[in-house]
């Protein structure tokens, strides 16, 4: 068996990426065990680093410890989806009126130019690119509400959508359907109305999650 070559940063960490990229692409399933002695022998490390890889997993979701069972992949249900839902819902929302007040206008010009690019792969044949532009937009608006702690519970929150290989982009109209979502969130802020932006981006989350059911 070959033994993975790690980088110099702190080995927990490059162990905790790696699982992480295993996980998001399905290598290790939803609900598959963990084999730590398996892993220490293939990364050619002892098994302290991978635990403390395990629990930075386990803190952001996408693991499970059992008690004397060992470690899991999380299976994600549907109402760990709704509450995923709610919660980035609250999140995003909560940002969405801290942009309304605050934001300069160049930081919204720079939204309105996402939501253009969103537009223009809307009919792409490249589907990964609308989904990256619409990972962006969101990401760039929590950036200019300017709450670290909110935008690392959503990167959290986020990872479990991906666990879970949900996308409510996948169903049809809802794209479109997303698009002018977005156009009322930007409309909300233009006007410099919280509340209102607060409302539209709750209003988007909660039509993702009926889409993705």
């Known amino acids: 068996m070959s033994v993975v070559s790690l980088t110099p940063r702190a080995l927990y960490e490059e162990v905790a990426e790696l699982l992480r990229q295993r996980i998001f692409s399905r290598e290790l399933a939803p609900g598959s065990w963990i084999d730590e002695l398996k892993l220490a ?74 939501h253009a690019q969103l537009e223009a792969a809307k009919g792409s044949p490249n589907s990964d690119r609308f989904y990256d532009l619409n990972v962006q937009f969101h990401a760039r608006l929590l950036g200019m509400a300017n709450n670290r702690w909110r935008e690392q519970m959503v990167n959290d929150l986020r990872k479990l959508m991906r666990l879970a290989r949900i996308s409510s982009l996948h169903k049809a109209g809802r794209v479109d359907e997303s698009l002018q979502e977005h156009a009322d969130v930007l409309a909300a802020l233009r006007r410099r109305d919280p509340e209102a932006a607060m409302a539209c981006m709750r209003k988007h989350f909660q039509s993702g999650f009926t889409a993705a059911l």
């Open 41 to 114: 022998e293939e990364y050619g490390i002892s098994r302290t680093p991978l635990r403390e890889a395990l629990k930075v997993l386990a803190a952001e979701g996408l693991v499970t410890m059992k008690v004397r069972r060992g470690a899991y992949v999380t299976e994600v249900s549907e109402t760990d989806l709704r509450d995923v839902y709610h919660l980035l819902g609250l999140l995003e929302g909560d940002a969405a009126a801290a942009v309304a007040r605050d934001a300069t206008p160049e930081q919204l010009d720079e939204l309105e130019a996402l």
